[in-house]
């Protein structure tokens, strides 16, 4: 299923009913699953995470935008948070099999309905503006710039809204868009002076010089009798965290305050909690696939394993890029081993092949070692393909970002090179088996050990043009000359086999 995400921010956060109406309105439909309800008194705030298929999350977001401007009176509203409208910020971020394009798409296109239908003044930042400037959420809406002051300066040309009229009503404006997955994470302070909550903030953002990808405010939580220190981290895997809960830390201590705990607002992914403890805890060669819990989703989520061949077959021909090529090739080679180790036990325990048994043995567990390795492979390939699928989402707007996305889709086209290699010889070693099976096994399963060659070869070959096509993604042309080194070696000695393989079959048949 094809799925996006969106995690709307609507400025209430603290009448419980009037959220759930909210929300009710958003799960329109059996398919779209609210993930998660946030509410935040003192920033008078919530943010609901939910999922959609592509083509149902615009109707749910509507249904949202539509409830929230019904329920919430902007003239009303009282905050510590910016905020525009009653459905303040609707962002789409792009899950399985879907592309940013296509959020970019979904965003304009729910503004301008937004704006004809509910009469709501509609702004479009990140992936989906229309201007460079209002790209970044906080130029457009921030504390000196919020709901009353767009309602002074909206027949302004500056602020014009991309869709909708050019006044502002009780529902406030809406600003829509298309990004990438972002962290809210607040740190609260041990104080009540809002001047160090804000100095912090201002110090370390991105746009005051601080750390890249953080966007930070400072809050004052009147209720708790503490400040805080609110924050988006909009790429964790190059900031993460634990790298700002430190800086914030470090300033704060400059200023005699200590912390008296963080939140994270809505989802956060796995990954970024498993970079904080390993940063903490100074773990050692330690990756996420040593959780437990995730071992257990992986095994949900394992496509051929948890899949009748019907079911396999089904996706393999629909319009999803995965499973493909790669992973075919990978479960040919798995079947041609199971060939292989059919002929060997065929042939054990018939007298006419005492003098081969203990060969036919040993090939019976070499093929069913090579049957169960490119068996896992299959769901390997697949998670390579996502890797440069992510890199191809990356920004690219300035150089920076454009020399950082080429480095991620060199870099994973690498692993979706390894990954189809591996197939290759592994199918090779099938090959190889074939060939024995073939002169010294039961000859009544000949061509049953020929087909075990034919369909390895088929895979390896299939393997090798996965390998081509993600070359084209890299400049590394010594690793370009050793991968097609490989190929040749790997087609010659393939070839080689299935002619020896052809002669004893002629011989027999």
């Keep these: 299923m094809r799925l996006v995400e969106c995690v709307p921010n609507f400025s209430e956060g603290r009448d419980r009913k009037v959220v759930n109406d909210i929300a009710k309105a958003i799960a329109y439909d059996e398919s779209v699953k609210i993930l998660d309800i946030e509410m935040d008194p003192d920033h008078n705030r919530s943010v609901i995470t939910f999922v ?10 509507f249904r949202g935008i539509k409830r929230a401007s019904e329920l919430i009176d902007m003239d009303k509203h009282r905050g510590t948070h910016p905020r525009f409208g009653a459905a303040d910020v609707v962002p789409f971020i792009p899950l399985y099999d879907t592309t940013m394009d296509e959020c970019v798409e979904i965003a304009r296109s729910l503004g301008k309905r937004v704006g004809d239908e509910l009469n709501i003044p509609v702004y479009l930042y990140e992936k989906a503006a229309f201007l460079e400037w209002r790209r970044n959420l906080p130029d457009i809406r921030n ?20 869709f909708g009229p050019q006044f502002v009503g009780k529902a406030g404006a809406t600003i829509i868009g298309a990004r990438d997955f972002l962290i809210a994470f607040n740190v609260n302070l041990n104080t009540r002076n809002l001047d160090i909550a804000k100095k912090i903030a201002r110090d370390i953002r991105e746009r005051n010089g601080g750390l890249k990808n953080v966007r930070a405010l400072g809050f004052d939580l009147k209720e708790r009798g503490m400040v805080q220190v609110s924050m988006n981290l909009i790429n964790y895997k190059e900031t993460p965290i634990n790298r700002v809960f430190e800086l914030i830390k470090s300033e704060a201590e400059r200023y005699g305050v200590s912390i008296a705990g963080s939140e994270i607002v809505g989802l956060v992914p796995l990954d970024a909690l498993v970079q904080v403890a390993d940063f903490y805890l100074r773990l050692e060669n330690f990756s996420s696939k040593q959780i437990l819990e995730k071992k257990i989703w992986e095994g949900d989520e394992k496509m051929i394993e948890n899949m009748s061949v019907k079911k396999f077959l089904e996706e393999l021909s629909s319009g999803s890029p995965t499973p493909g090529g790669g992973a075919a090739s990978a479960l040919v080679g798995s079947i041609a081993a199971s060939l292989s180790s059919m002929v060997a036990n065929l042939t054990i325990g018939k007298k006419k092949y005492a003098d081969v048994e203990s060969e036919m043995k040993e090939i019976v567990k070499v093929a069913v070692r090579l049957r169960d390795e490119l068996f896992s492979i299959v769901d390997e390939d697949v998670e390579v393909f996502n890797k440069i699928m992510d890199a191809l989402k990356l920004p690219k707007e300035t150089e920076e970002q454009a020399r950082l996305r080429k480095e991620k889709i060199e870099q994973a086209s690498k692993e979706a090179c390894e990954v189809p290699l591996k197939t290759a010889r592994l199918c090779l070693d099938v090959m190889r088996l074939s060939l024995r099976v073939t002169e010294k096994g039961n000859k009544n399963a000949i061509s049953d050990g020929a087909c075990s060659a034919y369909f390895a070869q088929s895979a390896l070959r299939g393997a090798l043009l996965n390998i081509r096509i993600n070359l084209k993604n890299i400049s590394d042309e010594n690793y370009k000359k050793m991968m097609q080194d490989n190929m040749q070696n790997l087609i010659k000695e393939s070839s080689l086999i299935l002619e020896k393989v052809e002669e004893k079959i002629n011989e027999v048949m």
Excluded: G, N, R, T
Aim: hydrophobic residues 35%; negative net charge.
């Design 52 to 61: 959609a298929p592509i083509d149902k999350v615009s109707e749910a977001a």
């Design 143 to 162: 504390e000196k710039f919020q709901y009353e002051q767009l309602k002074e300066h909206i027949m302004e040309e500056k602020w014009k809204p991309d």
